[in-house]
């Protein structure tokens, strides 16, 4: 079956840094599209960044510009995203998602999602 499991979460201070991983099983991996996406409290999921099927193309939202990076490594089916200068309202649960078309991924109505994995960020 497929699954995506992310890790690497964790308590940071304020301008501190994370990588979080995704890591891929039950699908071949280099066909799909990866995207990260993560949910505040009594909030809806918010789209954080994505990358295309080979790496060549990335999107990110406003508030990830410049501080975040998202990357991945088909070899171990692994999606990366890097995070920096860390805020406060960073903090969420950050999940990745999975799907052919990036839009569609984006829209986060992707096909495939993982469990999450926590960010706490202390001001």
């Known amino acids: 079956q497929v699954q995506l499991v992310e890790s690497g979460g964790g308590l940071v201070q304020a301008g501190g840094s994370l990588r979080l991983s995704c890591a891929g099983s039950?699908?071949?991996?280099?066909?799909?599209?990866i995207g990260w996406f993560r949910q505040a409290p009594g909030k809806d999921h918010e789209f954080v960044a994505a990358?295309?099927?080979?790496?060549?193309?990335?999107d990110y939202a406003d508030s990830a510009k410049g501080r975040f990076i998202i990357s991945r490594d088909n070899a171990k089916s692994t999606v990366y995203l890097q995070m920096n200068s860390l805020k406060a309202e960073d903090t969420a649960v950050y999940y990745c998602?999975?799907?052919?078309?990036?839009?569609?991924?984006?829209?986060?109505?992707?096909?495939?999602w993982g469990q999450g994995t926590q960010v706490t960020v202390s001001s």
């Open positions: 039950g699908l071949t991996f280099s066909r799909y599209c």
């Open positions: 990358i295309s099927w080979n790496g060549g193309t990335t």
């Open positions: 998602a999975a799907d052919e078309n990036i839009s569609v991924l984006i829209a986060a109505q992707g096909a495939y």
